[in-house]
């Protein structure tokens, strides 16, 4: 039975306003609802490792959605970050910020991190995903028109794979493409199929 079959008598809750995220679980055919937005305070303690954060803030989120699940109901949770040299490079404070961040990117390989958890009202689970991105040397007037054309300011590591960036300064990468959208959708389906199995 395929995983959109299984999950016919289930509501699957995508607790995101992420639209990136609602295009990969609709591309990949999965019957999905909006949860009701609400708010969970992203912090996480300092000397937790850079990588262990998109873990610990999907589960966060999940445990902090406000109304309790019925028992046909899965809410679905994630957190995307971009690592680099060890250290979270999270949405930028502003067009400083994204400059200053796609500045530390060029000519580097940096990691793409994302945790996802899956809750029912009697279980949880959390996997991770990693993905290697390699950019290719910027130059200042390609990060500048980059940054103020598409203000990538609501977007982990200061851009999003799929835009011009994407397109012009991204050399290669190793893993999921989708996880670096926001979703690591294949690895998603797979977990998602094990759980309802278990």
């Given amino acids: 039975m395929l995983l959109h079959e299984k999950l016919a008598p289930y509501r699957l809750l995508l607790a995101s306003q ?3 995220r609602r295009e990969l679980m609709s591309g990949c055919g999965l ?8 708010d969970c305070e992203e912090r ?3 000397e937790l490792a850079a990588e262990e954060v998109p873990r610990y803030l999907s589960r966060l989120k999940s445990e902090a959605y406000p109304s309790p699940l019925a028992e046909r109901e899965i809410l679905l949770t994630a957190d995307t970050v971009v690592v680099l040299d060890g250290e979270v490079l999270g949405k930028p404070h502003g067009r400083d910020d994204a400059v200053k961040m796609l500045g530390r990117l060029s000519a580097r390989r940096h990691t793409v991190v994302s945790g996802v958890t899956f809750r029912t009202h009697e279980r949880m689970h959390t996997f991770t995903a990693r993905t ?6 910027l130059e200042r007037e390609e990060i500048d028109y980059y940054v103020d054309t598409f203000r990538p300011f609501d977007k982990a590591g200061s851009y999003g794979i799929q835009e011009w960036i994407g397109y012009a300064a991204i050399e290669r990468i190793e893993g999921s493409f989708y996880n670096v959208m926001g979703l690591p959708i294949q690895k998603l389906y797979v977990e998602l199929d094990q759980f309802l199995n278990t």
Wanted: net charge positive; hydrophobic share 35%; proline share 20%.
């Fill in 18 to 20: 992420s639209p990136r």
């Fill in 31 to 38: 019957p999905y609802e909006l949860a009701p937005k609400f």
């Fill in 44 to 46: 996480y303690p300092a």
């Fill in 132 to 137: 290697s991105v390699w950019f290719r040397r």
